[in-house]
């Protein structure tokens, strides 16, 4: 069955540094890095995949990352940060890009195809989409859905969704933490002075046992 993959490369990275707060006390949250060679793998494992999808936002702070997604085939959708008022730098419009570009795969192709999603996000974006509204398009239209997010990052709206008798499926990937992240070693600078941490490589990435 053909699978299409989707990715919201914040919420990802988002996730695993609030799993690392407690894996890795010890570790700045800015030294984690997602290790997308075996992210990739761990959820492609099993599927024939025709659609990979990347989205994020530049600058992204890791560039190993982006090209290692685009050398895998991922279509890298990203789009520059936006500066508040008070001098932060936010994402705008990756959700609505990543929305919109799965339904518009919902309407091209017909079932039995897998959406798999990269996200925990049960939010709705600044213009009212959502990756909740989009599981419950595919489930509606007849399409596998799998989630895949960090337990602490998931949104109890994805747990709740029931179609027709029909649910997505929900992989957590903390168990697999070691495995998909590393650490960026290096001097860095933290509220009361500059720290130095140690490189953390992956450890081998164990699917099914």
């Not at 989205?55 to 890298?76: I, K, M």
């Not at 730098?89 to 799965?102: A, P, S």
């Not at 929900?170 to 697999?176: A, K, R, S």
């Amino acid at each position: 069955m053909p699978a299409h993959i989707f990715i919201d490369n914040s919420n990802m990275l988002g996730g695993a540094t609030r799993f690392a707060a407690t894996a890795e006390p010890q570790v700045p949250w800015q030294a984690i890095r997602l290790y997308f060679r075996n992210f990739a793998q761990l959820i492609e494992a099993g599927h024939t995949v025709h659609t990979r999808v990347l989205g994020g936002s530049l600058p992204p702070g890791n560039d190993a990352l982006w090209d290692h997604a685009r050398n895998q085939g991922y279509d890298t959708s990203l789009l520059q940060k936006i500066e508040t008022n008070d001098g932060r730098l936010i994402e705008q419009g990756v959700d609505e890009i990543l929305h919109l570009k799965i339904a518009n795969l919902l309407l091209d192709l017909n079932a039995p195809q897998t959406l798999i999603l990269g996200t925990g996000d049960g939010n709705l974006s600044d213009f009212q989409t959502s990756f909740e509204q989009q599981v419950r398009r595919a489930l509606k239209r007849g399409w596998e859905v799998e989630i895949w997010s960090w337990s602490e990052q998931l949104s109890g709206k994805f747990s709740a969704i029931n179609v027709n008798g029909r649910w997505p499926r929900i992989n957590t990937l903390d168990e697999f933490y070691e495995s998909i992240t590393f650490v960026k070693g290096g001097e860095w600078s933290l509220p009361g002075g500059t720290r130095a941490i140690a490189d953390r490589i992956v450890t081998p990435l164990r699917i099914g046992g």
